[in-house]
């Protein structure tokens, strides 16, 4: 029997952002190297974290992924359409199955339409032409994620950041979106509501099928939420294993300076916290060799000659080091 195909795959993604300071006929400009030759693939019905610090690359991931920057190599596949080669149009017809949910819940809804126009904007765009149809489905979705029909009738300021955000997971939900990439979905909201929206993302998960990257810096709402983790740094995926075995055994050494930073009440841990020393190299020049060696505490001096792939270091755990 042959294995599915993934919902989503990516071969040698890369994106490198102009960064100025070039001659004309002399020196080209310098590139900013936000995402640097990633590969990955996603199953259907995963939800995966992308961790990292900020300024590693992962949103600029997701939104590649999603084909909302053109990369400069590689390619993305989503339910084996290769999606770098498809027209504006062509994009467009397969684009309902893939949406994001972003950061900030307040800036992603436009303030002058009412919640029903916001939401039936993106089916309208994606052929859903029956009004009252469309009507019937936002009414229904609405309930799903925790909202009477009132919402439809309102305006985002109206709402709390934790409504907002639900008015958001129901947008993408209306044009039948099978695959979601969570862009930091509840960094800006309190703890107490992050809990209620990751909930409510996990059972639409459960319950519909979906497929979720959970872009995020926080671990620890990473490790409530995914069953799989991928670590970036600089551009780059630097550990990627089930999220049990990863957060209990980090091969990594940058994986584990993250871990060791979350908070924790037990006193047996809390005196073990070794907060990472220096600053994220610029990925206008990243370093030679492994790009962590300069802040790595098991740094030799073949990690600044020669990059570690990501290669298989036990079964299903992938990390790019040397001294893994």
Sequence with gaps: MEAALPVVSATGLTKFFPGGGGVPFVRPPAQVRAVDNVSLSIDQGQSVGLVGESGCGKSTLGRLLLRLIEPTSGSVTFEGTDLTSLSKEQLRRVRSGMQMVFQDPYASLDP??????????????????????????IASLMARVGLDGRALY????????????????????AVGARFIVADEPVSALDVSIQAQVLNLLADLRDDLQLTILLVSHDLAVVHHFTERVMVMYLGKIVEEAPSEILYAQPRHPYTRALLDCIPTIEPARRGRLRPLTGEIPTPLNPP????????????????AEVEPPLELKADGHLAACHFA
Excluded: T, W
């Design 112 to 137: 002058r339409k009412r919640v029903l126009d916001i939401v039936e904007e993106g089916m309208l765009a994606h052929g859903h032409v029956d009004r009252a149809a469309n009507r019937e489905r």
């Design 154 to 173: 309102q305006y985002p300021h109206h709402f709390s950041g934790g409504q907002r955000q639900r008015i958001g997971i129901a947008r993408a939900l």
């Design 288 to 303: 030679s060799g492994c790009r962590f060696h300069p802040r790595c505490p098991l740094a030799q001096p073949v990690c």
